[in-house]
C-alpha cells in the first residue's frame, strides 16, 4: 500500500509484483513518463493515450497472464496487452462474480483460486 | 483523556446528535410522517417503500432496520406512524426500541381518524417532544465510546490510491483510543477476502466472513450475468476501475489496520470497540442505513466521482482524493487529501486532517451533508413483494 507518494512521477505503481501503474495525469500517447515503482523512478514510453486514474502496462502481458495491481490479482488478461498500452475493461476480465459463467469451468476454476 | 461533548442517554450509550426521528412503519404511512416534518422543525422523516406484503427474513430486515434507526443513540426520541393493517407491528417495533429508555410515542392513521386528524396529532406530539429534547444537556463524553462506519462509494482510481489508505490512518487513530470502527460492503471486498481475513481475531471469524462472501457471490450467480457493469458501476470503471477485485482491493485499506473482532449481520447492533466487519450491499444508502442501524455515531465516506450521500440519523463525513472533483463539487466534500497524489501531502498527515474531523463533527460541526438536508435513507431487500 502507498505509505507515502513522492512528487515527480505520472504515474504510481502500487506495490513490486505489479503489472501495471495507475497515472494521476492524462499521458498522451508518444510522450515519455516517470513511473514511480518502490520509491525508486524509472521512464516508461506511452503508446496510447491514457486518462486520469486509468491503468498503464508496465511490461508486456501474456494473454491468459492474472494481471496484478496492490501485489494482487484484479483479473486476468484477455489478449497480449504491450508495455504502454491502456489496461482496462476492453483486454482484462474479472474472474469473480461471473453469473454469465457460472456452472462452467471457468467458474470452478475462480472458486479454486480463491483460497490463494 | 480525549473528549467531545455529546448526551448520555438513559441505557448508558452517547449520542453525538439528539434527534426526534419520525418513523412510517409502512409506506402507507409515509405523506403523513413528511407532513409532520414539515410542520414541526428540526425533526427527521424516514420515509421508505417497505413495511407490509413482507414474510420471514425480509419482514424481519425491515423491523431490524426501523427499530435499529430507533435505537440508535444520535436520536433522543421517535414518533412511530402506522397505518393500521402492515405486517410490520408498530407496538412490537415501539417495545424494541423503548428498551434504549427514549422518548417514545406511537399512533395509527386508521385509529385517529384519516391523514388531517393524524398530521395534527403528529404534530403536536412532535413539537413537545422536540421542546423537551432541547433541554437536554450535553456531557463530556471521550473517544473510546464513538463507533464510526468506513464506506466508499462513487469511487474512482483516487479512492484507492489515496482518499481510502488515508480514512485507514484516521480509522487507526480512533482504534487507538479504544473506539469502534465498521467496514461494510459484502461485494466490494470480493476478490480480497483472503486479505481481510489473514487479520481476523480468530479462525472462526475468518471462516464466517468466507461464508458471507461465497454467500454474495452466490446471489450473483443466481442472477445468471456478469456483476461488472452493476459493480464496478458505469462511473467506477470511466473512473479507470477495470474489475470488483481491483475495485475491492482498493476499498478494504480504509479500515486501516487493526485486527477484525467479528462479523455482524446487515443492521445487527455493533459492539464497542475495536473493528468489525457488517454484511451489507455495496449500495450507497442501504449500506448506511443498515451501519446506523447497527449503531454507529458517524460514517466516514471516500469518494472520488463525488456523490452528496447523507444519512438520516447519522452525519456522514464525505473524503475526496480527486482534486478536480473537489473543485467541482465542493458543495458536497468535507475533507480534500488530494494533495498526497502530488506528493505535498503524507499519508500520515491525511490521516490526521481526517481523524480532527471526526473528532470535530463528533462535538457538533455540521457536516456538508447535514447543511444541506441529506438524509437519505434506504432497507436492503431479500425477498419479493407478495
Redo the contacts between chains.
Keep these: 500500500?502507498?505509505?507515502?507518494?513522492?512528487?515527480?512521477a505520472e504515474a504510481?505503481v502500487?506495490d513490486g509484483k505489479d503489472h501495471v501503474a495507475?497515472?494521476?495525469q492524462d499521458l498522451q500517447a508518444g510522450s515519455t513518463i516517470s513511473i514511480m515503482k518502490q520509491g525508486l523512478l524509472s521512464e516508461l514510453f506511452v503508446v496510447e493515450t491514457i486518462?486520469?486514474?486509468?491503468?498503464i502496462a508496465i511490461e508486456a502481458i501474456e494473454e491468459g497472464t492474472s494481471v496484478r495491481?496492490?501485489g494482487?490479482?484484479?483479473?486476468r488478461a484477455t489478449v497480449l496487452i504491450p508495455q504502454g498500452t491502456h489496461?482496462?475493461?476492453h483486454n482484462?476480465?474479472?474472474?469473480?462474480?461471473?453469473?454469465?459463467?457460472?456452472g462452467s469451468d471457468q467458474?470452478a476454476e475462480a472458486k479454486g483460486a480463491?483460497?490463494? | 483523556m480525549n473528549t467531545f461533548q455529546g448526551y448520555r442517554r438513559p441505557n448508558g450509550e452517547v449520542g453525538i446528535r439528539n434527534h426526534l426521528l419520525l418513523i412510517p412503519t409502512v409506506i402507507c404511512a409515509n405523506q403523513v410522517v413528511n407532513r409532520i416534518s414539515q410542520l414541526v422543525g428540526d425533526t427527521v422523516a424516514i420515509p421508505h417503500q417497505h413495511g407490509c406484503s413482507q414474510i420471514g427474513a425480509d419482514k424481519d430486515r425491515t423491523f431490524d432496520v426501523l427499530a435499529g434507526t430507533g435505537k440508535n443513540p444520535n436520536v433522543g426520541g421517535v414518533i412511530i406512524i402506522s397505518l393500521g393493517c402492515e405486517v410490520i407491528d408498530p407496538t412490537a417495533l415501539a417495545e424494541a426500541i423503548r428498551v434504549t429508555g427514549k422518548k417514545i410515542e406511537v399512533f395509527d392513521i386508521q385509529s385517529i381518524g384519516g391523514s388531517v386528524k393524524a398530521i395534527q396529532h403528529g404534530a403536536e406530539l412532535a413539537r413537545k417532544m422536540r421542546a423537551e429534547l432541547d433541554q437536554e444537556q450535553k456531557v463530556a463524553i471521550p473517544f473510546n465510546e464513538l463507533k464510526v462506519g468506513v464506506k466508499c462509494g462513487g469511487s474512482d482510481a483516487t479512492s484507492g490510491l489515496a482518499s481510502n489508505p488515508a480514512l485507514g490512518v484516521a480509522a487507526d487513530s480512533l482504534i487507538a483510543e479504544g473506539g469502534g470502527i465498521v467496514i461494510s460492503e459484502t461485494t466490494e471486498i470480493i476478490g480480497a477476502e483472503h486479505v481481510l481475513a489473514e487479520r481476523c481475531r480468530t479462525p472462526e471469524v475468518s471462516d464466517k466472513l468466507y461464508y458471507i462472501v461465497d454467500r454474495f457471490e452466490k446471489e450473483v450467480e443466481r442472477m445468471g450475468a456478469d456483476m461488472r457493469g452493476g459493480n464496478p458501476s458505469p462511473g467506477n470503471i470511466a473512473g479507470g476501475l477495470t474489475t470488483i477485485e481491483e475495485k475491492s482491493l482498493g476499498c478494504i485499506s480504509k479500515c486501516g489496520t487493526a485486527p477484525i473482532e467479528g462479523i455482524v449481520e446487515y443492521a445487527e447492533f455493533i459492539p464497542a470497540n475495536g473493528l468489525y466487519f457488517m454484511d451489507s450491499p455495496g449500495n450507497d444508502i442501504e449500506c448506511v442505513s443498515g451501519m446506523a442501524a447497527g449503531g454507529v455515531h458517524i460514517v466516514c465516506f471516500t469518494t472520488g466521482r463525488g456523490t452528496p450521500t447523507g444519512a438520516a440519523v447519522v452525519p456522514v463525513i464525505k473524503i475526496t482524493g480527486n482534486k478536480k472533483m473537489y473543485e467541482r463539487m465542493t458543495d458536497n466534500m468535507d475533507v480534500d487529501v488530494s494533495e498526497l497524489l502530488d506528493g505535498t501531502l503524507s499519508m500520515e498527515a491525511a490521516g490526521e486532517r481526517i481523524w480532527q474531523e471526526i473528532q470535530e463533527v463528533s462535538n457538533g460541526k455540521q457536516t456538508k451533508a447535514e447543511i444541506l438536508g441529506h438524509n437519505e435513507f434506504s432497507i436492503n431487500r431479500i425477498g419479493p413483494s407478495l
Design positions: 500500500m502507498a505509505e507515502h507518494i513522492h512528487s515527480g504510481l502500487m495507475t497515472a494521476i486518462p486520469f486514474g486509468h491503468k495491481k496492490y494482487e490479482v484484479i483479473g489496461v482496462h475493461v482484462v476480465e474479472g474472474i469473480r462474480g461471473r453469473g454469465d459463467r457460472a467458474s480463491k483460497q490463494v
